[in-house]
């Protein structure tokens, strides 16, 4: 239970956006995908206000993509840019993914510190896990718009949405519980490889 809660509060205030413009236009179609997400957003945004708490910069970035593919989806509906507009849009989130490497703080790390489950000092093993962890995003986000694209290029675009609708969901989905259910696992894993900063340290001092 305490898992599946930790999921939930990781996903709702950052991939709210994405997940319920893609399970309404799934259920009910694009323009009910469209004002879902742009109601979802608004009360998200007031509730956080309300709360003074800080908005997410992926928060910002999420809604605003899928606001802005959606309405250009409506636009756009024949065109080519409709059918490969899901690998865009994960290409994109990807991007937003690994530019944080580039950083002091990766996207899993200021998850993690918004959920208040980083409140010791950050050690180097830590920051290299979260690190690691935001990479494994970066390669499912680009794994998943590469998918959509040959779908896209080779299926017609009911058999796409539907790939969209059950693919996405699911994966989704196991990426959370690979993140959050399984992080002992991905350190162990870690440990075993030696791959872990102190590890090195401690493989310097003996010699």
Not at 36 to 54: G, H
Not at 64 to 69: D, S
Not at 147 to 174: D, M, P, T
Not at 185 to 201: D, E, G, M, W
Request: proline share 2%; charged share 15%; glycine share 6%.
């Amino acid at each position: 239970m305490k898992k599946l809660t930790q999921m939930i509060m990781f996903a709702i205030p950052n991939f709210g956006p994405i997940a319920i413009f893609y399970g309404a236009n799934h259920l009910w179609g694009l323009r009910v995908a469209i004002v879902t997400t742009v109601t979802w957003s608004v009360f998200e945004i007031i509730f956080y206000k309300l709360r003074k708490k800080p908005i997410s910069m992926f928060f910002l970035f999420s809604s605003g993509i899928t606001v802005t593919f959606g309405l250009m989806d409506i636009y756009l509906q024949q065109s080519l840019f409709f059918k490969y507009e899901a690998a865009m849009s994960s290409l994109l989130v990807g991007a937003y993914f690994a530019s944080s490497l580039l950083g002091k703080k990766t996207l899993i790390q200021e998850f993690a510190e918004a959920q208040g489950r980083v409140q010791d000092e950050l050690t180097p093993d830590r920051e290299f896990y979260f690190r690691f962890l935001t990479s494994i995003w970066v390669g499912y986000f680009l794994l998943k718009a590469f998918l959509y694209a040959w779908i896209a290029a080779h299926y017609s675009l009911e058999y796409a949405l539907v790939w969209r609708g059950v693919f996405g969901n699911a994966s989704f989905y196991g990426m959370l519980f690979l993140s959050i259910g399984c992080s002992k696992f991905i350190k162990s894993i870690l440990t075993n490889f030696k791959l872990f900063p102190s590890q090195h340290a401690s493989d310097t001092e003996a010699v």
